[in-house]
């Protein structure tokens, strides 16, 4: 082929057969032991990674993470740690580093959500989704790309879950609009923020990126009654709620080197829901 396209030099050379292995590596996964975050934890596990699990307050996060640990052979350890407290997060994640590591990606997957009508909405309630949503992913992102520039590491691939509700507005169900305002704002807000970071770090070799999942059944949309959820899945494209397992390809796809040429992204895991 080379011979017979000689002004195209270099000539390509193979891809590496896709195949994904996180052995020798540690990732951190906040909120990672429910959810999205909990199918995520498995799914790094599964490919051979050590996982870090930060989690806020659940009972049984510890023996959640223990057993995906035993599971799949790999360490796996839980923190609990609020993401919205800065000095905690350095903290911990100078402990991962140390007991787990050396860190090598974070998914920054923690969220909140408030299902309210707009005019029901308090300052208290912007302060709980903001605080976590967008302060929570920049405190943990920034300590974790602290450590990677001290250490003058130039690998690490940074993942943060944002929602397809960046770019779109729902309405829960004819007549009984509930469009969740300072949810998706938050997460218009972490998609900037996934750009910025981005664009600051490239020249440190950190990768930034988001992944932006349509409806998903986790404990964050269980507040949906069978109407709600009916009238949802109706306008995706594939016709139904994501599990979490599904969210997980593109995580790993942007955790490891086979995405080395993709930073400032968001990329959506919707059922098709973007094309209307
Ligand atoms: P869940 O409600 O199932 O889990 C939330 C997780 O975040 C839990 O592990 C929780 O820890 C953790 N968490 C919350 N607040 C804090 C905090 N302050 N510090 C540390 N950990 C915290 O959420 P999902 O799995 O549904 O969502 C995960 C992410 O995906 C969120 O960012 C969400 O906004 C986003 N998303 C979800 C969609 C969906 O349809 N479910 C759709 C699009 C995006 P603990 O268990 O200790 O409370």
Redesign the pocket.
Known sequence: WFQRNPTCFPPPTMSPAFTISFAKQCIVV????????YAYTRAIAQSGGNVAV?????KD?EEVTDKVGKEFGVKTKAYK????DTDVVNKTLKQINEELGPITGLIA?????VPKPAFELTHEDFKKVFD??VY?VFNTTRAVAKLWSDQNFKKGSIVI?A??SSQIINQSAQNEPLTQVFYNSSKAAVSNLTKGLAAEWASKGIRVNAIS????N????AYMDKKIREYQASAVPLGRFAE?REITGQALLLLSEHSSYMTGGEYFVDGGQLIW
């Open positions: 906040t909120g990672g032991n429910r959810g999205i975050g930060i989690y806020r307050s659940s996060a740690c609020d993401v919205t997957n923690a969220g909140v959500s976590v949503n929570g879950t929602s397809m999942p349509g409806y998903v986790t404990d964050q949309t979490p």
